[in-house]
């Protein structure tokens, strides 16, 4: 089975690709759609889009997976803006008609790492070690991309 995990920001989109084979998980593909500050949203949301169909059509995967939006009371504009590249994404999944799924942060931290309130270096580290990286991603928008597709395979319990 191959797994996509995004992680959706309007400036770095992290990406990370997965292929999972019995207990096997291997690094497929992964990196980052990113957009220019200085372009209006709607030319960076049509970026985002046509990089994630572009993926989608390249690694033709079985799944779609996102962290679910947690918004802070402090900072409502943030979440509105990862609403909208969520929608693109989720668009993009709808359209090549790819399963979607999503799981709350304390979940993918658990299933990574055992623990839900487990740091991002945490959680990097132990990305790093299941798929045999020796070097960490250099964007943390990558690892979390990643540790999106591996929770999900631990937490569906993909078999092939």
């Known amino acids: 089975m191959i797994i996509l995990g995004l992680d959706p920001a309007l400036c770095i989109t992290g990406y990370g690709v997965i292929q999972v084979k019995g207990s096997l998980i291997a690094l497929c593909e992964a990196g980052i759609i990113k957009t220019s500050a200085k372009d209006p949203a709607p030319m960076r949301l049509d ?35 990862l609403g909208q590249a969520r929608g693109v994404i989720c668009l993009a999944a709808a359209e090549k008609n790819i399963p979607f799924f999503e799981y709350a942060a304390t979940r993918i931290k658990k299933a990574i790492v055992g623990k839900g309130l487990a740091s991002k270096s945490q959680v ?12 960490l991603p250099g964007y943390m928008d990558v690892t979390d991309a990643l540790a999106l597709a591996i929770a999900h395979s631990y937490i569906a319990k993909v078999k092939i």
């Open 124 to 135: 990097q580290r132990m990305v790093a070690g299941t798929l045999g990286l020796k070097n």
């Open 47 to 81: 970026k985002i889009y046509r990089g994630v169909i572009k993926l989608i059509e390249d690694t033709k995967p079985d799944c779609l997976v996102l962290e679910k939006i947690y918004s802070h009371y402090r900072h409502p504009a943030t979440s509105y803006v």
